[in-house]
Each structure stands twice: as C-alpha cells, then as structure tokens.
C-alpha cells in the first residue's frame, strides 16, 4: 500500500511540474515566439551569406589562387606572391579574400615562398597568421615555422615548435619528418643521447614512413658518439 501511495505521490508531482511549464509557456507565449523567430532568422541570415556571399568568393579567390599555385610550382617565388599584373599572388589573396578558405590557404603558401626566399621573418608571421583544421597542413606550417626559427638560429624556438607539429599529428608523414629534424638538431648541439631516442621510436613507432627506410644509420652513429 505504502508503495502504491508513493507512486501516486510521483505521478501528481510529475502532473504539476506539467501544468507548470504549461502555464509558463502559455504566459511567455509571445517572448518565446519572439524567440524563436530570432534564432530561425539568425539561421536563414548565415545559410544566405553562406551561400549568396562565400561560395561565389571562394570559387573567385580559387581562380586566383590556381595561377599563384602555378608559378609556386615553377619556383617562381617572388610572382608567386606578389602577383604578375593580371592575377594576384598570395599576399593579395590572403588579403582580398580572408573570409574564405582559400584566402587562409594563401597565408601558408605565402609563408613557403618567404622561406624560400630567406625572407625567415615575414615566413614567420604569415605561417603564425594561418589556421586549418587539416591536420597535416597545420603540423607543416608549424614544422615550417620552426625551419625559420632555426635558420635565425633560434634553436630553443625550433625545438619547441617542432615538438608541437610531432604532437599535432601522429602519422607516417608529418611526425616523423619533425621527429627527424628534431633529433639532427639535437645531434648538432651533441645530445646524442636524446637524438638515438627519437631515431629508435621512428623505427618502432613509424615504421612504414620514408624516414624509417633509412634509420638504422643515423640510430648506428648517435650509438657511436
């Protein structure tokens, strides 16, 4: 008996909190009306700049972006970012269009082509100035981004910075490209010893990768220092 009043007990007091919140929205009713038309409307407003204002920017940056690309290709670095009078080059991308993609995309193959240039700096600042979700193309600009760390002799910052892109991504392409450069430039300062660890985890841990194919050399001579 106890039992079944405690049910009951549950079942009027599930009833009242209906009738409650039945009561509150039957007050709130144009509030929440209100509401919801804003969130609805709010909505319709991101899909048509979606739509109406990115997409058709996108698809004009990546016509421009195509010839950049094309004299990235060819080495021809300085036009490459700058531009040869009729299509833009990256800097003018990332500019123009950096509510796109594309225009974020420009930052990184800028970033190459001052590194390409010695221009260590400027690679800094415009490899700092991209993002992407795709996970190589991020643990390259910071790997990149270490390179130019390290030819201004900023050997603590390379470190640091090639410790982030091994971190970012554990695959057979990025980490273990890093993994190599790191453990050079521990051989450069004579850390052997950290040096042999990283050759033997590529060997264990990335064993399918470009860099494993050779490793033993390098594992052989930081064991022979």
Do not use: H, W
């Not at 106890?2 to 009951?8: L, V």
């Not at 201004?152 to 273990?176: C, K, M, Q, V």
């Amino acid at each position: 008996m106890a039992k079944k009043n405690k049910t009951e007990e549950q079942f009027v007091q599930v009833e009242q909190a209906l009738g409650k919140t039945e009561q509150y929205i039957e007050d709130n009713q144009k509030s929440l009306m209100l509401i919801i038309g804003v969130i609805v409307a709010i909505i319709i407003i991101f899909k048509s700049y979606q739509n109406f204002y990115i997409a058709p920017l996108e698809e004009e940056a990546q016509i421009e972006m195509y010839m950049a690309e094309l004299y990235f290709q060819k080495d021809s670095f300085e036009i490459a970012l700058n531009g040869d009078g009729q299509y833009l080059g990256f800097l003018d991308i990332a500019d123009d269009f950096s509510s796109t993609n594309v225009g974020m995309l420009a930052n990184y193959y800028a970033g190459l082509c001052y590194l390409n240039t010695n221009d260590f700096e400027n690679a800094i600042d415009l490899f700092q100035s991209f993002s992407s979700n795709d996970i190589i193309l991020s643990s390259l600009a910071l790997g990149c981004t270490g390179d130019a760390y390290l030819e201004l002799g900023n050997y603590e910052r390379a470190i640091d910075l090639y410790e982030d892109a091994i971190d970012n991504s554990a695959n057979n392409f990025t980490a273990p490209r890093y993994m190599m450069k790191l453990a050079m430039l521990y051989e450069s300062k004579e850390n052997y010893s950290d040096a042999l660890e990283i050759y033997k985890s590529i060997k264990l841990d990335f064993k399918d990768s470009n860099e494993a194919a050779s490793i033993e050399k390098f594992i052989a001579r930081a064991e022979n220092r």
